[in-house]
Nanobody, 126 residues
């Protein structure tokens, strides 16, 4: 079992910024692509961003492109999501997830991930 723990959520005004973090213990973090997903109230879970195992390949949902940045620090077993220019529609529970496969490029498909955190809540007020 892999334990992923998100942090950094909170309440912020529209136009503001937040940085989410995700950590997991162990020595295999750097083998796997990681992703961020979110689920707004009453909506399906959706892809936000992914990053490959060494941080060289990033992918973003169109809705967050140019506002959010995914990054990772393999030495610290940390995954980040820097969120700028936040909008009310970014309000959601944000999850980090670990890819199923070694050394993958990352994917927007939730089925590509087999370990998930409990989520951290982001609320953007107008």
């Amino acid at each position: 079992q892999v334990n992923l723990v998100e942090s950094g959520g909170g309440l912020v005004q529209a136009g503001g910024s937040l940085r989410l973090s995700c950590t997991t213990p162990g020595r295999t973090f750097h083998w796997y692509a990681m992703g961020w997903f979110r689920q707004a109230p009453g909506k399906e879970r959706e892809f936000v961003a992914s990053i490959n195992w060494n941080g060289a390949v990033e992918n973003y949902a169109d809705s967050v492109k140019d506002r959010f940045t995914i990054s990772r620090d393999n030495d610290k077993n940390m995954l980040y999501l820097q969120m700028n220019s936040l909008k009310t529609e970014d309000t959601a529970l944000y999850y980090c997830a670990r890819d199923r496969a070694y050394y993958s490029l990352g994917s927007p498909e939730a089925d590509s991930y087999n370990y998930w955190g409990q989520g951290t809540r982001v609320t953007v007020s107008s």
